[in-house]
């Protein structure tokens, strides 16, 4: 299948781009004149999008958590109370239409890091992972490309307390049985699995290891103050040191967030991915991470979803910087786009988000003539654009999206009575 894109993205825009595809992979790029049988994609085409890091589930607590202030503690307990109420078919639906916003908004790949995976009270399903399993079927409906992050979370906290309350259905006892448990799990043509350690609050240093071995690794790092004071107090020592003394960090590996962290944490991360989560680290009044100073390799993902918007996050990369250091230009748009594209593929263990030969052929289609693009350099236009300027969407050679419409109907009804229901058990 051939695609002939108005303006295709190849380190900028370019004229008349096609890009050839066979199963799924792309074998071909080119300009070129439109041919009899291209399927034409107007505006600039992007190749696709990647979200490195998302919870589908916390989909449900958007505009729900801001009337007493509060801090992430208290929004914590929020989650919590949505996580107590969801089974597979309730987690299904939820993640299904959280997923179908994604790929409106042109996300192609999801990093889904995944932790409720038992019953509500640490009861196990017949099958171990109902809920994983939950997650796979929803991004196949959804039509998107899906990672699942099984997240191992073993421990309350850095002093070894055990689960408890919510918590219990995070948990699978010990590494080992965690591992048992991840050892089932298959890739399919739209999906790999890798591997999380939920922090170091919620496993043990000496279980660091086991999970320092899968080729894609994810954790969430040093989001808040009190997880580097508490660490300093147990380990003396930092996260970030904590986890390179594992052997965690390193190629494969994927830190999330690390907003807090010192010069020696920046050396020690300089072979790792960073996935910057802007919408939801200003959300929960995390702070601005020091994105500009990491040397290894930046992606996005919007986390919580407080917003599901890749251009959105793309420019708070930027934007985040400017009030950093009062200085404008801190990340060209190319970066920008890098950042939402291919470094989120490779941290999620996939080949994509370029136009090459060998990688995925993933498009997406951005509107130039918007009210909020009229006007822009399309070489800029990773500062303008936004979700509602998506058109079209192509994963894995397969049209999801088309003129704005996603196969599966009004997404936004589906999100409303999926999520309704959910207070409305929360609630009682």
Excluded: K
């Excluded at 595809?21 to 085409?45: C, F, K, N, S």
């Excluded at 992007?46 to 009337?67: M, V």
């Excluded at 196990?124 to 490309?145: C, E, F, K, T």
């Excluded at 601005?288 to 290894?296: K, L, Y």
């Amino acid at each position: 299948m051939t695609w002939w894109c108005e303006l295709g993205w190849l380190d900028g825009p370019v004229a008349g781009l096609r890009v050839t595809a066979v199963e799924g992979l792309i074998t071909e790029v080119a300009p070129g004149v439109r041919q009899p049988g291209d399927e034409v994609l107007q505006g600039l085409v992007l190749p696709g999008l990647a979200n490195a890091h998302s919870h589908a589930f916390h989909r449900a607590l958007r505009g729900r958590t801001h009337a007493d202030g509060g801090s992430f503690w208290t929004w914590r307990e929020s989650m919590y109370r949505v996580a107590a109420v969801l089974d597979p078919d309730r987690y299904l639906r939820l993640a299904r239409a959280a997923f179908a916003e994604m790929v409106l908004a042109g996300y192609t790949v999801v990093g889904e890091f995944h932790y409720l995976h038992h019953g509500p009270d640490g009861s196990r399903y017949d099958d171990p992972n109902a809920m994983g399993h939950a997650l796979v079927q929803a991004a196949s409906d959804a039509g998107v490309r899906l990672t699942l992050l099984d997240a191992c979370y073993l421990q309350g906290g850095l002093d070894g307390r055990p689960l408890e309350g919510p918590q219990l259905r995070f948990g699978d006892g010990d590494v080992d049985a965690w591992s048992s448990r991840t050892a089932d799990l298959e890739d399919g043509s739209l999906l790999r699995h890798g591997a999380a350690a939920h922090s170091v609050r919620a496993v043990a240093r000496a279980d660091l290891p086991t999970l320092a071995a899968h080729p894609t690794r994810h954790v969430h790092l040093s989001e808040q103050p009190a997880e580097n004071a508490d660490c300093l107090a147990v380990h003396g020592m930092t996260p970030t040191q904590l986890l390179d003394e594992a052997g965690f960090l390193g190629a494969g590996a994927c830190v999330v967030h690390a907003t807090h962290v010192t010069d020696d944490d920046l050396s020690r991360l300089a072979t790792s991915s960073v996935c910057m989560c802007p919408t939801t680290e200003r959300d929960l009044a995390d702070g601005i991470g020091r994105v500009r100073a990491h040397r290894g390799q930046v992606c996005l993902g919007s986390d919580q979803h407080a917003v599901v918007d890749p251009f959105e996050e793309a420019r708070g990369l930027e934007m985040d910087e400017r009030l950093r250091s009062l200085q404008r230009g801190r990340f060209t748009p190319t970066e920008l786009v890098t950042a939402a594209t291919s470094a989120g593929y490779a941290a999620l263990g996939w080949d994509g988000g370029s136009f090459r030969a060998g990688a995925v052929a993933d498009l997406v289609a951005v509107r130039l003539d918007s009210p909020r693009t009229a006007g822009a350099d399309p070489a800029q236009l990773v500062l303008a654009a936004s979700a509602a300027d998506v058109t079209d969407v192509v994963v894995g050679g397969r049209q999801v999206v088309r003129a704005g419409r996603h196969g599966l109907g009004d997404v936004g009804r589906e999100l409303a009575d999926v999520i309704a229901e959910c207070w409305s058990h929360a609630d009682r």
